[in-house]
Nanobody, 122 residues
Protein backbone atom coordinates (compact mmCIF):
# COMPACT_ATOMS: atom_id res chain seq x y z
CA UNK A 1 0.00 0.00 0.00
CA UNK A 2 1.39 3.37 -1.05
CA UNK A 3 1.32 6.40 1.21
CA UNK A 4 2.33 10.02 0.75
CA UNK A 5 2.88 11.94 3.98
CA UNK A 6 3.36 15.71 3.99
CA UNK A 7 4.92 17.82 6.70
CA UNK A 8 6.11 21.37 7.23
CA UNK A 9 2.97 23.45 7.05
CA UNK A 10 2.08 26.12 9.55
CA UNK A 11 1.44 29.79 10.19
CA UNK A 12 3.87 32.35 8.80
CA UNK A 13 3.86 36.12 8.38
CA UNK A 14 3.77 37.70 4.93
CA UNK A 15 7.25 37.73 3.44
CA UNK A 16 8.24 34.67 5.42
CA UNK A 17 9.33 31.22 4.32
CA UNK A 18 8.25 27.62 4.82
CA UNK A 19 9.56 24.31 3.54
CA UNK A 20 7.15 21.48 2.83
CA UNK A 21 8.26 17.86 2.64
CA UNK A 22 6.52 14.78 1.28
CA UNK A 23 7.70 11.22 1.70
CA UNK A 24 6.43 8.29 -0.34
CA UNK A 25 6.38 4.86 1.25
CA UNK A 26 5.03 1.42 0.47
CA UNK A 27 5.44 -0.98 -2.40
CA UNK A 28 6.06 0.54 -5.83
CA UNK A 29 8.50 0.19 -8.71
CA UNK A 30 9.25 3.83 -9.50
CA UNK A 31 7.95 7.38 -9.21
CA UNK A 32 7.49 9.43 -12.35
CA UNK A 33 6.25 12.98 -11.76
CA UNK A 34 5.91 14.37 -8.25
CA UNK A 35 4.18 17.61 -7.49
CA UNK A 36 2.50 20.01 -5.16
CA UNK A 37 -1.04 21.30 -5.50
CA UNK A 38 -3.05 23.60 -3.27
CA UNK A 39 -6.65 24.32 -2.49
CA UNK A 40 -7.85 27.52 -0.86
CA UNK A 41 -11.27 27.77 0.79
CA UNK A 42 -14.01 28.01 -1.82
CA UNK A 43 -11.60 27.42 -4.69
CA UNK A 44 -10.63 24.49 -6.86
CA UNK A 45 -7.41 22.59 -6.33
CA UNK A 46 -4.63 24.08 -8.46
CA UNK A 47 -1.17 23.09 -9.55
CA UNK A 48 1.71 24.74 -7.72
CA UNK A 49 4.75 22.92 -9.09
CA UNK A 50 5.81 19.58 -10.56
CA UNK A 51 9.13 17.82 -11.00
CA UNK A 52 10.03 14.82 -13.14
CA UNK A 53 12.35 11.97 -12.21
CA UNK A 54 15.10 13.77 -14.14
CA UNK A 55 14.34 17.01 -12.23
CA UNK A 56 12.62 18.98 -14.96
CA UNK A 57 10.36 21.45 -13.22
CA UNK A 58 7.16 23.32 -13.93
CA UNK A 59 5.63 26.13 -11.87
CA UNK A 60 2.38 28.01 -11.72
CA UNK A 61 2.88 31.61 -12.80
CA UNK A 62 1.74 32.82 -9.38
CA UNK A 63 4.68 31.16 -7.60
CA UNK A 64 7.50 31.49 -10.14
CA UNK A 65 10.56 33.09 -8.60
CA UNK A 66 9.27 32.51 -5.06
CA UNK A 67 8.83 28.72 -4.76
CA UNK A 68 11.32 25.98 -5.57
CA UNK A 69 10.49 22.31 -5.96
CA UNK A 70 13.13 19.61 -5.49
CA UNK A 71 13.20 15.87 -5.05
CA UNK A 72 15.46 13.22 -3.59
CA UNK A 73 14.97 10.08 -5.67
CA UNK A 74 16.99 7.91 -3.28
CA UNK A 75 14.68 8.85 -0.39
CA UNK A 76 11.46 9.05 -2.44
CA UNK A 77 10.88 12.58 -1.19
CA UNK A 78 9.77 15.83 -2.73
CA UNK A 79 10.18 19.28 -1.21
CA UNK A 80 8.68 22.70 -1.75
CA UNK A 81 10.67 25.70 -0.56
CA UNK A 82 8.31 28.66 -0.31
CA UNK A 83 9.80 32.14 0.05
CA UNK A 84 8.27 35.62 0.04
CA UNK A 85 4.96 34.15 1.07
CA UNK A 86 1.80 36.16 0.50
CA UNK A 87 -1.64 35.93 2.13
CA UNK A 88 -2.98 34.56 -1.15
CA UNK A 89 -0.70 31.54 -0.75
CA UNK A 90 -2.88 30.44 2.17
CA UNK A 91 -4.28 26.99 1.33
CA UNK A 92 -4.07 23.30 2.05
CA UNK A 93 -1.07 21.98 0.14
CA UNK A 94 -1.22 18.46 -1.26
CA UNK A 95 1.59 16.23 -2.44
CA UNK A 96 0.98 14.19 -5.58
CA UNK A 97 2.92 11.35 -7.18
CA UNK A 98 2.49 9.44 -10.41
CA UNK A 99 3.85 5.97 -9.70
CA UNK A 100 4.56 2.74 -11.48
CA UNK A 101 3.36 0.13 -9.01
CA UNK A 102 4.40 -2.95 -10.94
CA UNK A 103 5.89 -3.93 -14.30
CA UNK A 104 4.29 -7.34 -14.78
CA UNK A 105 1.46 -6.77 -14.92
CA UNK A 106 1.98 -3.09 -15.70
CA UNK A 107 0.16 -0.87 -13.24
CA UNK A 108 0.48 2.90 -12.91
CA UNK A 109 -1.48 4.97 -10.41
CA UNK A 110 -1.79 8.52 -9.12
CA UNK A 111 -1.53 9.15 -5.37
CA UNK A 112 -2.30 12.06 -3.06
CA UNK A 113 -1.19 12.97 0.43
CA UNK A 114 -3.58 14.04 3.16
CA UNK A 115 -2.64 17.71 2.86
CA UNK A 116 -0.90 20.22 5.10
CA UNK A 117 -2.25 23.65 5.99
CA UNK A 118 -0.24 26.75 5.11
CA UNK A 119 -1.53 30.03 6.52
CA UNK A 120 0.09 33.35 5.66
CA UNK A 121 -1.13 36.08 7.97
CA UNK A 122 0.11 38.88 10.15
Amino acid sequence: QVQLVESGGGLVQPGGSLRLSCAASGSFFSINVMGWYRQAPGKQRELVATITESSSTNYADSVKGRFTIARDNAKNKVYLQMNSLKPEDTAVYYCNADMVISILPFRQDDYWGQGTQVTVSS
